[in-house]
């Protein structure tokens, strides 16, 4: 079956608030607006009846944003609400972002409450260097005792980290890599920090008041990571994402094998019968449209097949498993050597893609540089 038709079984929900405004962040958040919690509570209401009916769901995302922010008396109200509308199915799972400082009993307890099993702390480093680099309010004692709450009140935790941090050194890199897996969380992301445009650092970057790392270096630090959560039991299974046996991120495998999904929130994308939309990215246009009776699209899109084919071809190579040839065929309509054309075949001389007669995969060397291969496969 052609999976762009189905119904969504994954639900996305974008909380943008932030204590602070890290300088390396991109995203769509607001910080220091406290005042406007409880009217994006109030949209955001009004944004999930137009549902119309509760939906069955395998897995729920907050992200943002710093979802964890709320108090817990708008966590409640905000959980509340996603319970009315989602109805657990399979082995739900029910992730939540958080901030190892915002990982207090009362809000935990909140959660657990209304059946959050899941909980992705963005702690970045260990490091109190590269944490004060990051902007970032938390120290190592901060963060040992977030894992002990959520260990607490959850169980299930994942740990973001960056490496590439301005000043920063492979021994840095590596000390931060044996700090977390002697912590031992059940998932890793690990992402090469990215200075976007937009973004104070990139500000900073042109002034020359900071300096990106070498590529060599971030390959060398990247290759670090992948060997060392290996050797500690961390099943690789794609390119930023790491899981212990049976811990894989469900939502996120959503996204990466071609399912539709529901977003709810300012700068929120959902992928719904063939069709890409984008909320608006400004929280104060958000909510005035919302409240005002007014769709909250910013960007909407009907994707032809051979365009959410080739997505689904950049999203599936993501994946260390790689792409079974003949399902996607099946599923796409849509030979994987007729989209990727001389280029798939170009990365395949040049060791980055391994091509067999059932599947195509990255190789180790393809995966360092995985980013520049896939403007490539998707059409300009
Ligand atoms: S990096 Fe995280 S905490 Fe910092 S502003 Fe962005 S979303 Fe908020």
Redesign the pocket.
């Known amino acids: 079956m052609n999976r762009r038709f189905e119904t969504p079984r994954a639900a996305y929900v974008h909380v943008p608030f932030?204590r602070?405004?890290?300088g390396?962040?991109n995203?769509t958040?607001i910080?220091r607006r406290d005042d406007l919690v409880d009217r994006y509570l109030q949209a955001l209401a009004i944004e999930l009846a137009s549902l119309a009916r509760p939906r069955e769901v395998e897995s729920l995302y907050l992200g943002?944003?710093?979802p964890s922010h709320l108090s817990p008396a708008q966590l409640c109200e905000l959980l509340g609400r996603l319970r009315e509308w989602f109805v657990p199915a399979g082995s739900f799972e029910f992730t939540l972002e958080a901030?190892p400082v915002d990982m207090l009993p009362d809000r935990l307890g909140v959660m657990r409450e209304f059946g959050i099993n899941r909980i992705s702390l963005?702690i970045q480093s260990f490091l109190p260097d590269k944490l004060a680099a990051l902007e970032r309010d938390h120290r190592q004692p901060e963060i040992l005792r977030a894992l002990e709450h959520v260990r607490g009140h959850v169980g299930n935790v994942s740990i973001d980290l960056i490496f590439g941090v301005p000043g920063e050194t492979e021994d840095c890199w590596r000390r931060d890599l044996e700090t977390l897996i002697a912590v031992r969380p059940q998932h890793v992301s690990i992402y090469g920090l990215t200075i976007e445009r937009g973004s104070r650092f990139f500000g900073r970057v042109r002034k020359n008041q900071l300096k990106r790392l070498d590529d060599e270096t971030e390959r060398a630090m990247y290759l670090t990571a992948i060997d060392t959560l290996a050797s500690a039991g961390y099943e690789h299974y794609e390119v930023s994402n790491f899981a212990l046996p049976g811990f894989r991120s469900r939502h996120n495998e959503a996204y990466w094998t071609g399912r539709t999904y529901e977003a709810f929130g300012p700068g929120a994308s959902r992928f719904v019968a063939g069709r890409r939309e984008t909320n608006h990215r400004s929280v104060v246009t958000y909510l005035r449209r919302v409240m005002a009776g007014e769709s909250p699209v910013a960007e909407s899109e009907q994707l032809e097949p051979e365009d959410a084919a080739r997505e689904r071809l950049v999203f599936a190579l993501r994946r260390i498993e790689g792409i079974d040839k003949q399902e996607f065929l099946a599923e796409t309509g849509f030979r994987v050597h007729d989209l990727g054309g001389p280029a798939l075949e170009r990365f395949v001389a040049w060791g980055l893609l391994e091509d067999t007669p059932q599947t195509l995969r990255l190789t180790r060397d393809g995966l360092v540089v995985s980013d520049a291969l896939w403007p490539e496969f998707l059409r300009q």
């Open positions: 932030c602070h405004h890290c390396y962040c995203f958040v910080a943002g944003g710093t901030n963005g």
